[in-house]
């Protein structure tokens, strides 16, 4: 890796055509998490908003005023009993953002352009 120069910048046009001519509702990304660990409903929103950060590592631009990004945290244990803590819920909030970035990343791999698509 490596940082770019401070005084780089991005054109649009190097999003490519779906970032740079956007139509409303055609550049949502949703993700599902979903964990075996007893979460409360406030720990659930924590390892949503913490997973959010995925995108943010594996898509530029993200959360764009014409995006409808998100995230949805579910628990096959249902609520805990009591609440977790703090520290494994950060470590769940992280191991999703991570999964959630490198799943992004080979689906954008694998994928094969479809005739017609917006490139």
């Known amino acids: 890796g490596g940082r770019p120069p401070a005084d780089f910048s ?31 409903p406030a720990d659930a929103r924590r390892v949503a908003q913490m997973a959010l950060s995925g995108f ?24 805990a009993s009591p609440a977790p803590d703090p520290l494994t819920v950060t ?9 959630l970035a490198r799943a992004i990343a080979r689906g954008v791999h694998e ?5 017609g698509a917006v490139v």
């Open 56 to 79: 943010s590592r594996a898509i530029r631009p993200v959360f764009a005023p014409f995006d409808g990004d998100a995230v949805f945290v579910l628990s096959t244990k249902g609520e």
């Open 10 to 40: 991005m054109d649009p046009e190097d999003w490519g055509a779906a970032k740079a001519n956007p139509v409303l509702g055609q550049n949502t990304t949703i993700a599902c998490i979903a964990t075996d660990a007893a979460l409360t």
């Open 91 to 99: 470590r769940i909030g992280e191991l999703a953002a991570s999964t």
């Open 111 to 115: 994928a094969r352009r479809q005739t």
